[in-house]
């Protein structure tokens, strides 16, 4: 009974951090444009893993895609590959983890093959949730790197001291910082580390232990299959060959 439960929340929190990736991964705000140093406030752009916006105070948006990936960093193309291995790894673990369920009958569904179907969909949880975390990581430490190594644009004011030709005119280089997705992916990815976890352990309490048989020893066998004539005669006998012995 503790192995069915524990296995049906495995399930249910993997499934909800399938859907966390999956939505991670389609969402444009993975990296949100840094305001605290921009005069005009009402624009700001932010892009995703295929789209590059630009919207408004007045909640108007407008996004371009990412025609080709050849002008694309290779960063920005392994974290795509990652989200999109950890989105089928994790949909794979779920149609398995549905035949799986030890509170559904399958047919004459053995509780071994249950319990084996469930271990592979459990370390299929695992690879997805590592997957989500190492793509959304890889990109957040890309806009950390960006983010501290961005300066003043050329021209305007120097916050070393001193001003070029123009004075303040000078336009500051955006910067870019954590956007909402990450945090979707982070948690995605979390949940299900933790469910494939869950889903490990359920498959140790789902295999039936082995009874052993009991088999009488042979001394039993013999005791119960001889008469009890013979067993004095036997008795007998053994005292008159010890008493001979001795008596040698």
């Known amino acids: 009974m503790a192995a069915s439960i524990i296995q049906l929340i495995g399930f249910m929190l993997s499934a909800l951090g399938q859907f966390l990736i999956s939505a991670a991964t389609a969402m444009d705000m993975w990296s949100l444009q840094d305001r605290s140093f ?5 624009v700001f752009t932010y892009s995703g893993l295929w789209n590059s916006c630009v919207g408004t105070a007045y909640g108007t948006t ?38 799986a369920l030890k509170c559904l009958k399958m047919g004459n569904m053995e509780d071994n ?9 459990g370390i299929m949880f695992l690879l997805a949730g590592v997957c989500g975390i190492a793509g959304v990581s890889a ?8 983010f ?44 299900l580390v933790i469910g494939g976890v869950m889903m490990c352990l359920a498959c140790r309490g789902m295999v039936p232990e082995r009874k052993q048989r009991y088999v009488p020893s042979l001394k039993k066998k013999l005791s119960h299959n001889i008469s009890p004539s013979i067993k004095q005669g036997y008795f007998t006998n053994l005292v008159l060959v010890q008493i001979v012995c001795f008596l040698l």
Do not use: D, E, H
């Open 148 to 191: 501290q190594f961005t300066t003043y644009a050329s021209g305007g004011f120097s916050m070393f001291g001193g001003g070029n030709v123009g004075g303040l005119t000078g336009a500051l280089t955006p910067r870019y910082t954590f956007g909402p997705a990450l945090f979707v992916g982070w948690i995605g990815g979390a949940i």
């Open 38 to 42: 921009t005069v005009i406030t009402n």
């Open 113 to 121: 093959i249950k319990a084996t179907m469930t271990l592979t969909a």
């Open 62 to 99: 407008q996004c371009r895609p990412y025609y080709t990936i050849l002008g694309l960093p290779a960063l920005l193309q392994a974290v795509r590959a990652l989200m999109i291995v950890g989105i089928v790894l994790g949909a794979i673990g779920c149609l398995i983890a549905i035949f």
């Open 139 to 146: 990109f957040a430490n890309l806009i950390v790197q960006s």
